[in-house]
């Protein structure tokens, strides 16, 4: 099979820069033989790429593609503190949706961070997950993506 770096590859999927926190905390924390993300938002090239709510000024079809967003700076933070080829299994995606009044989808939203970790590393992405609904979340994301993942 090789490493996940050659399968990133293979994808045509190029992992971004470790997105710079935006308040006193760090991207990834390694204790024992887990990395734990900090939540992550939909940022390109240093920017929140959409701003809104999620059943509103945000397409569901949209914050999916977002949630993508979130979970490649997820694995880029874990890629920067042990290296993406470490990754034993995905553990725990916990995603957030910042929603619209009655909106009820933020399963879906949350499988573009499932659908893509899947794709990526197979049998050892399959994740327990929460998807949560929220009145808001930092400078007005609408998606955010945090994650849990066993290293060698």
């Keep these: 099979m090789g490493t996940w770096t050659e399968r990133l590859t293979r994808l045509g999927i190029e992992l971004p820069e470790v997105v710079t926190p935006v308040a006193a905390y760090a991207p990834a924390v390694r204790t024992g033989a887990h990395v734990y993300t900090a939540g992550q938002l939909p940022i390109v090239d240093g920017k929140l790429a959409v701003t809104g709510k999620v059943g509103d000024a945000v397409s569901p079809e949209d914050a ?27 553990v725990k995606v916990v995603g957030f949706v910042a929603s619209a009044p009655e909106f009820h989808g933020q399963p879906a939203v949350i499988n573009g961070a499932s659908e893509l970790l899947g794709e990526v590393f197979g049998e050892a992405g399959q994740h327990a997950r929460s998807a949560v609904g929220v009145a808001e979340l930092p400078m007005g994301a609408p998606v955010e993506v945090e994650m849990i993942v066993e290293v060698a």
Excluded: E, K, P, Y
Aim: hydrophobic letters at 50%; charged letters at 15%; proline letters at 0%.
């Design 64 to 90: 999916q593609r977002h949630a993508r967003t979130c979970t490649l700076n997820a694995l880029a933070a874990v890629h920067g503190l042990v290296g993406v080829d470490s990754i034993v299994r995905v």
